[in-house]
């Protein structure tokens, strides 16, 4: 049998699909990792300061395009839609007696096997650029601006790990259970702007995104429902945000500024919270239009076509941009030396896009096929303490490399713990061991 085209297998994925699967889940998860892309590729400044290269960030350049981060920071959405795909998940496992080990272990091989070999790469060509002489802060910036996107698996692991106890709190709880972690980030928040203890304000990475998570069940469970009240629930979120950045101490960029010290991100603030509440009910109230346009096939084709190829390019749009502008320094320098937030830069813009999305389609099958090796078979024997430190493990590096990146001050210039707890935890987690 001929090897079909990656269209033709969507189509018939798509043709194979149950009836009772609310597609619009699909299309979400699809639109939002489109957006976090789309928006990198446009934020990204690079261009040539009297012959040396810079990376610059068009929300230091240019203020007023803070305004689009209410666009690209789509994180809410995945959350929201990763409570929803939980749910489904865990509540199919527990019919089929499959037990929690077996579960976690995977959901975690889903998201192993592009992150490893991007940290593996990225290692090495920090190693390179040690040993030619380049310098450890541009390593650093490339390196960093390549593997941001790996924050959220650091915190999405530890959201997949509490799901049999997030899925008893919804079913125990309802409502409860997602507006006490929304008090909590709210009490973490004026911890973090009142008192010392700044620090504490860090376990908003866990009660802002748990509570989305919980909104995932609720709509899995038909508990967000009704286009008015989804739309009044959405405008609530607008007015929200808009009162927290205008009036409030919060920032206007829903995404991090290098220039600004406080951030909504780092930690998570609720200004996520409120974003989270308007794009969750201003799309929920276009679910139905949306369902029945998924109905036809070729939308939902594009969709499952899309979703099938979400973790790849998630995780490499990034190193697919840094190297394609690494490649234009070196060998085509004068394509870079427009000024970012010029008239002339904005008009290329467009075709830097097209640039890196055609890169990105080349090596996608590079990605892919590294994808599936490394993901391999499941394992009929899991042991739970071996997935329960490796995720640990995967988590806490992953942090450290959004963070700062492969440079450090060990040898070869690398910061050899952040490089090395992903790679460790990904080989306890995947390889065979006895149940122990």
């Known amino acids: 049998m001929a090897k079909l085209g990656m269209w033709a297998r969507a189509a018939e994925m798509a043709a194979a699909t149950p009836e009772e699967r609310n597609r619009y889940v699909d299309l979400l998860r699809a639109l939002s990792i489109s957006a976090v892309v789309l928006g990198h590729w446009i934020l990204a400044a690079p261009y040539l300061d009297a012959g040396s290269p810079r990376i610059e960030h068009l929300l230091d350049i240019q203020p007023w395009s ?53 940290i593996l790469l990225w290692s090495l060509l920090g190693i390179i650029g040690f040993v030619l002489g380049i310098s450890a802060t541009v390593i650093g910036i490339g390196s960093q601006v390549a593997l941001v996107p790996v924050w959220f698996l650091a915190i999405y692991f530890v959201i997949v790990m509490l799901v049999p106890l997030s899925r008893q709190a919804w079913h125990r709880f309802g409502y409860l259970s997602i507006i006490t ?73 829903l995404v991090g500024v290098p220039s600004q010290e406080l951030s909504n991100t780092t930690p998570p603030k609720i200004t996520l919270l ?67 937030g010029s008239a002339e830069w904005w008009a290329f813009r467009p075709v830097w896009v097209i640039a890196f999305l055609v890169f990105m389609l080349a090596l996608l099958p590079l990605f892919l096929l590294i994808e599936k090796i490394i993901t391999g078979k499941p394992r009929e024997n899991v042991s739970l303490a071996q997935l329960l430190i490796a995720a640990v493990l995967m988590s806490l590096g992953l942090a450290l490399l959004a963070g700062g990146g492969v440079s450090g001050n060990g040898p070869l210039g690398l910061n050899w713990l952040a490089c090395s707890l992903p790679v460790i935890g990904g080989f306890i987690a995947l390889f065979r061991t006895p149940k122990f």
């Not at 697919?320 to 060998?331: D, R």
């Open 181 to 253: 972690p929304m008090v909590l980030a709210i009490l973490g928040d004026l911890i973090f702007f009142n008192t010392s203890l700044q620090w504490l304000g860090w376990f908003n990475y866990l009660f802002v995104w748990s509570a989305v998570h919980q909104m995932g069940y609720a709509w899995q469970q038909g508990s967000l429902s009704g286009t008015l009240k989804m739309f009044i629930l959405g405008c609530c979120g607008a007015v929200t945000l808009v009162a927290l950045t205008i009036y409030g101490p919060y920032p206007l960029s």
């Open 66 to 118: 803070r305004w689009l981060t209410w666009i690209f920071q789509v994180m809410p959405v995945f959350f929201f839609v990763g409570g929803f795909s939980n749910g489904v998940s865990w509540d199919g496992a527990q019919k089929r007696g499959q037990s929690y080990p077996q579960w976690l272990e995977s959901r975690m091989r889903r998201l192993l096997g592009p992150v490893i070999p991007l």
């Open 274 to 340: 409120a974003l989270g509440l308007m794009q969750i009910g201003f799309l929920l109230s276009l679910e139905n239009i949306a369902r029945k346009w998924l109905a036809k096939g070729s939308a939902w084709t594009g969709t499952v076509l899309i979703n099938g190829l979400i973790m790849p390019v998630f995780l490499w749009h990034s190193t697919v941009m840094m190297l394609l502008i690494g490649a234009c320094f070196w060998l085509l320098p004068n394509v870079l030396l427009m000024l970012p």
